[in-house]
């Protein structure tokens, strides 16, 4: 057999294997929406509600949010097709994400291998994350679908400039638009569309080409983000703003590489094909890789992004797993670069192509959200209240949850016994001083960390009056005493 046919027979045996998985992970999102609310899909719920006004919407829970409101007035507006539910609304996030992937395969550059390009369809296919991403009640399908687009878009501009040649007003209108839509869905999304916005700008210096374009048009899009920078400005400022997020930024980068990339072993296996690949494109593209813009523009976005959220972590502590995966778009035109060029070096590694999805749809196979539950601690938690505590009134710490009042009230409601008549006051110094007296209030703390509780009982001067009664492991109830002030 000649290294030809062995050549063809692998990249038969490579695409039939890759298909395989997508087909795979294409079923599983749409059979993964039949499931409960989940707690923060609860507040997603409130804020796209439509047996609320919109004005009150607006007013009462998206002004006093500091997540940006796109995502959720577009819900909102979802919501008034079809009487809102767990299904209508998890098929809202299954849009963006089979518009993800008509994006990844539609929207690369035209003289991309077809191989290539059926490459990145294949990882945003199969990609663990993405495919959550699509049903999950959250702006992260949508903001994930606006990277696609303004990087894809960006990757095009990018080329042309290469060439001496102006971009079309279409991929202008694109990337723009895709940037200031993505700004107003998740933060995430702002900072890499302002961190690509840089690096067109310093490819426009660098060919001489576009750089009124790149300059001016991403000034009107920073202008017209800039009032809701204002608004998060003036929440986080104030002397309320908290910030509930704890964990350690080691094992926290460790849970952002396993939620994007999948188990240690396929991290272990990424890292090592990463490394040989990057030591590849230095040798091969020795004092050009700067040129190498379908390498550069990824590896430039996930460098540069890092480093912010590193550094506005140092304030509030941003280093979230599920937040990175609006960064997957950049991950994934990395691998797919990475990987495409080992093939072009030597064409056995086709082989590399499929392992990658193989790899994470066969991780994704235990996975089965059709049968996780709703959240029942809040639940357990109210019926104990109402049936073994016998009150009619319940105090809630929600301070470290930055809940809007508005939200909080429809969130708590929810999980309420049906049929059961059951007051939520949220714990302000008033209420804190009216559960301590008798008859006795329970207080209910949900995320009932050591330090949380450490942190209530400081801020209102308050200790529980026996060990909590705990549902779910992170849901507090008590009853409380005073502490007398030094």
């Known amino acids: 057999m000649t290294t030809s046919r062995t050549h063809r027979l692998l990249v038969l045996v490579t695409v039939a294997l890759t298909s395989l998985a997508v087909l795979y992970m294409l079923w599983r999102r749409l059979t993964d929406l039949h ?61 963006a994400g089979i518009a993800t992937l008509l994006i990844s395969c539609l929207g690369t550059p035209a003289d991309w291998p077809r191989l290539k390009k059926m490459t ?3 990882l945003t296919a199969t990609a663990n994350a993405l495919a959550i991403s699509a049903f ?34 279409k991929l202008w209108t694109a990337f723009f638009l895709a940037g200031l839509a993505g700004s107003y869905i998740h933060f995430f999304a ?16 660098c060919y001489k080409t576009a750089r009124k374009t790149v300059f001016w048009g991403t000034a009107a899009a920073f202008a017209l983000w800039t009032p809701w920078l204002a608004v998060t400005y003036h929440i986080m400022a104030a002397p309320t703003g908290m910030w509930w997020y704890v964990l350690p930024w080691a094992q926290a980068s460790w849970e952002i590489l396993q939620y994007l990339l999948g188990s240690p072993a396929v991290i272990a296996w990424i890292l090592m ?25 990824p590896l430039g976005q996930l460098l540069l992004l890092t480093g912010v959220v590193a550094l506005i972590s140092l304030k509030y502590n941003l280093w979230m797993d599920r937040y990175f995966s609006v960064a997957l778009p950049c991950i994934l035109l ?28 066969w991780q994704y196979i235990p996975q ?88 209530t009982t400081l801020a209102y001067r308050i200790e529980e009056d026996q060990p909590p009664f705990i549902f779910d492991n992170d849901i ?11």
């Not at 990987?339 to 999805?357: E, G, I, K, S």
């Open 35 to 95: 499931m409960g609310f989940l707690y923060d899909e609860m507040y997603t719920l409130a804020t796209a509600n439509p047996e609320n006004s919109l004005s009150f919407i607006w007013r009462e829970i998206l002004l006093k949010d500091i997540n940006p409101p796109l995502y959720n007035l577009m819900l909102y507006a979802w919501n008034h097709l079809a009487q809102p539910s767990g299904w209508w609304m998890r098929v809202f996030s299954l849009l």
């Open 120 to 122: 990145l369809f294949a």
């Open 136 to 169: 999950y009640i959250r702006s992260y399908a949508w903001a994930i679908l606006t990277v696609y687009i303004f990087t894809l878009a960006a990757l095009r501009i990018a080329r042309h400039m290469a060439q001496r040649q102006f971009p079309s007003k």
């Open 190 to 205: 702002a900072g890499l569309f302002f961190i690509t916005a840089l690096i067109l700008f310093i490819y426009a210096c």
């Open 273 to 297: 094909l990463g490394i040989l690949a990057l030591v590849s494109i230095v040798h091969t593209y020795r004092g050009k890789v700067a040129a190498q813009i379908d390498f550069m523009l």
């Open 334 to 361: 990395l691998l797919t670069e990475l990987m495409y060029h080992l093939y072009q070096r030597h064409r056995l590694f086709v082989v590399l192509l499929a392992a990658l999805p193989l790899a994470w749809a």
């Open 368 to 455: 089965n959200f059709n049968y996780v539950r709703e959240y029942e601690g809040l639940k357990n938690a109210f019926a104990f209240v109402i049936n073994e505590l016998k009150a009619d009134t319940v105090v809630v710490d929600m301070d470290k949850t930055g809940y809007t009042e508005a939200a909080f009230n429809g969130m708590m409601s929810y999980y309420v016994p049906p049929g059961a008549s059951l007051k939520i006051l949220r714990l302000t110094p008033q209420t804190a001083a009216r559960a301590a007296q008798e008859p006795k209030l329970p207080l209910l703390i949900p995320l009932c960390t050591q330090m949380h509780m450490l942190e």
């Open 476 to 486: 507090c109830l008590i009853t409380i005493h005073p502490v007398p002030e030094p």
